[in-house]
Nanobody, 121 residues
Framework: QVQLVESGGGLVQAGGSLRLSCAAS????????MGWFRQAPGREREFVAA????????YYADSEKGRFTISRDNAKNTLYLQMNSLKPEDTAVYYC??????????????WGQGTQVTVSS
């Protein structure tokens, strides 16, 4: 079992950038494919991006392609999401998740508690 803790969220103006981190503990981080999801108020949780076990391959939702970059550092047991050119519609709670399949937009086994990202116009 792996425990996940997100950080790096906050308030940013439209057009700005944020980098989210997800620290993993409790099991071998490199044995999991990882993903980022988000949930805005009143909406269902949606897939943002995924990365394979070694960080060699990535997969993005169409709306995030070119703006967001997912990466991982297995030596530091940490997953990242670099978010650029942020828009008010990116406002949401962002979650990291660990799973056994890649690429996958669902079926993740472990989840963090989330970090709030708010983009002002």
């Amino acid at each position: 079992q792996v425990q996940l803790v997100e950080s790096g969220g906050g308030l940013v103006q439209a057009g700005g950038s944020l980098r989210l981190s997800c620290a993993a503990s409790g099991h071998i981080f490199s044995s999991y494919a990882m993903g980022w999801f988000r949930q805005a108020p009143g909406r269902e949780r949606e897939f943002v991006a995924a990365i394979d076990w070694l960080g060699a391959s990535t997969y993005y939702a169409d709306s995030e392609k070119g703006r967001f970059t997912i990466s991982r550092d297995n030596a530091k047991n940490t997953l990242y999401l670099q978010m650029n050119s942020l828009k008010p519609e990116d406002t949401a709670v962002y979650y990291c998740a660990a799973g056994s399949r890649f690429p996958s937009t669902k079926g993740y086994d472990y989840w963090g508690q989330g970090t709030q990202v708010t983009v002002s116009s």
